[in-house]
């Protein structure tokens, strides 16, 4: 398996003018293709600002970030945005998509950031959101769907491009706990055909989808370790 993500000694500091706040401190990880990664800690710890680094929202102070091979830290702008569109599909926990815009649309967003063709577009995502198991709602909009159909619309979204690795921010804090689990369980299905998966989260039914789990505090990792992901039967039922 190729890596997919390697940090080195990444620092972040942010100046307020009046105090340095130091949200990172020499953190080191590398993930390889394919798996899942959960990314835990308490409010505080650095794990948004490492998530924001890891989707090239943000900058490292200092430290390097290769992605897919390729040494981010040089890079300006606009080749930054061209390799998130490409390598990346985020999915966030308030799913963001556009209210007045169809799921179709919303799903053919990164597709049209990219220059393909309308009749691409339309295509790709038509089977990304057959893939989900939403090709029937292409033209609802979101507030005519629950909140695990908005959140499958995102996940299409974010697949639609053919990523090299899902960033997903607490996907399932705005869903109740059945659909907190049929989430995970297309993620998992998702992540066990080969995809690579970054998740943000502080439950640890969540993380425990995960075959490895990252803890931070303080802007370090403090704990890094393998486990058998859990599997949860359609009765709800968890079990190793």
Known sequence: MGEVIRLKDITRVFDTGQIQVHALRGVSL???????????????????????ILGLLDRPTSGSYHLVGEDTSRLDRNRLAGIRN??????????????????????????????????????????????????????????????????????????????????????????????????????RGLVDGGLTMVLVTHEPDIAAWAERVVEMKDGQIVADRRQSPSVVTPSGEAVP
């Open 86 to 187: 490409r390598t990346i599909g985020f999915v966030f926990q308030n799913f963001n998509l556009l209210a007045r815009t169809s799921a179709l649309e919303n799903v053919e967003l990164p597709l049209l950031y990219r220059g393909v063709g309308a009749r691409e577009r339309r295509r790709l995502a038509l089977e990304a959101l057959d893939r989900v198991g939403l090709g029937d709602r292409a033209n609802h909009a979101p507030n005519q769907l629950s909140g695990g159909q908005q959140q499958r619309v995102a996940i299409a979204r974010a697949l639609v491009a053919s990523p090299s690795v899902i960033l997903a921010d607490e996907p399932t804090g705005n869903l109740d706990s059945s659909t907190s689990v049929e989430i995970m369980r297309f993620f």
């Open 30 to 52: 590398t993930v390889e293709e394919g798996g899942c990664l959960a990314i835990m800690g308490a409010s505080g710890s650095g794990k948004s600002t490492l998530m924001n």
